[in-house]
T-cell receptor
Framework: EAGVAQSPRYKIIEKRQSVAFWCNPI?????LYWYQQILGQGPKLLIQFQNNGVVDDSQLPKDRFSAERLKGVDSTLKIQPAKLEDSAVYLC????????????FGQGTRLTVV | QKEVEQNSGPLSVPEGAIASLNCTYS??????FFWYRQYSGKSPELIMFIYSNGDKEDGRFTAQLNKASQYVSLLIRDSQPSDSATYLC??????????FGGGTRVLVKP
C-alpha cells in the first residue's frame, strides 16, 4: 500500500515570497490533515479536511495561509507572503474516518524562510 | 491551558529500565488517544492507541487511560537505546480532530 506522498521535501525561500506544498493521501482516506511542526515542538494542526470539505481551520493564519483539497483527494497548502517564523516542517497526514483510525504521515516538507 | 500537555523532558532512563510518560488533555469529549514515536528528522509513527479506561498492552509498550482524570500514560518496559526518540501524545475529539501534545524526549543510556 502506497503511503502519504508529499512534495517538495525541502524548500528555501526569501521572506515575502510565496510557496506551495502538495500532498497525496493514502487511497480511500477521507480525512486529511496539515500540521506545522516547529523544531522542538509538537505538530500543530493547521487545517483538517473531510473529503473536500473543511472540518477545522481554527489555527490556520488565514491572512497568509490557504489550503484546498480538490475532488477530495490531493491537497495543496500555500503560504503568501512567507515570514521568517513560518520556517518549520509541514506534515500532511491522512486517515480513514472513525475515532480509532490511525493517522499516517508523509515525510514532510522542511521550509526555511530567509 | 494547552489542549494536550506533556512534560518536554528529556527523560533519561538506563537501558533495561521502565520509561514512564504522561499526558493530560482538556477536552472531556475526547474519544481516542494515540501515542506516536518520532525520531529526529523523521515523521511521527504510531505506537499504539487506546479508547477505553484501563490498560492496553502491546509488546514492551503499555498505554493507560483514565478518562475521569483526563490522563493517559505510556510505559516502555526493558527500554532499549533504539527507543530514544520523542514520544507524542495525540487526542482525537469529535469530528476526527487530532491534536498533539508537545512531546516528551526520551534518552535511553546503554
Amino acid at each position: 500500500e502506497a503511503g502519504v506522498a508529499q512534495s517538495p521535501r525541502y524548500k528555501i525561500i526569501e521572506k515575502r515570497q510565496s510557496v506551495a506544498f502538495w500532498c497525496n493521501p493514502i487511497s480511500g482516506h477521507a480525512t486529511l490533515y496539515w500540521y506545522q511542526q516547529i523544531l522542538g515542538q509538537g505538530p500543530k494542526l493547521l487545517i483538517q479536511f473531510q473529503n473536500n470539505g473543511v472540518v477545522d481551520d481554527s489555527q490556520l493564519p488565514k491572512d497568509r495561509f490557504s489550503a484546498e483539497r480538490l475532488k477530495g483527494v490531493d491537497s495543496t497548502l500555500k503560504i503568501q507572503p512567507a515570514k521568517l517564523e513560518d520556517s518549520a516542517v509541514y506534515l500532511c497526514a491522512s486517515s480513514l474516518a472513525g475515532a480509532g483510525a490511525e493517522a499516517f504521515f508523509g515525510q514532510g516538507t522542511r521550509l526555511t524562510v530567509v | 491551558q494547552k489542549e494536550v500537555e506533556q512534560n518536554s523532558g528529556p527523560l533519561s532512563v538506563p537501558e533495561g529500565a521502565i520509561a514512564s510518560l504522561n499526558c493530560t488533555y482538556s477536552d472531556r469529549g475526547s474519544q481516542s488517544f494515540f501515542w506516536y514515536r518520532q525520531y529526529s528528522g523523521k515523521s511521527p509513527e504510531l505506537i499504539m492507541f487506546i479508547y477505553s479506561n484501563g490498560d492496553k498492552e502491546d509488546g514492551r509498550f503499555t498505554a493507560q487511560l483514565n478518562k475521569a482524570s483526563q490522563y493517559v500514560s505510556l510505559l516502555i518496559r526493558d527500554s532499549q537505546p533504539s527507543d530514544s526518540a520523542t514520544y507524542l501524545c495525540a487526542v482525537k475529539a469529535a469530528g476526527n480532530k487530532l491534536t498533539f501534545g508537545g512531546g516528551t524526549r526520551v534518552l535511553v543510556k546503554p
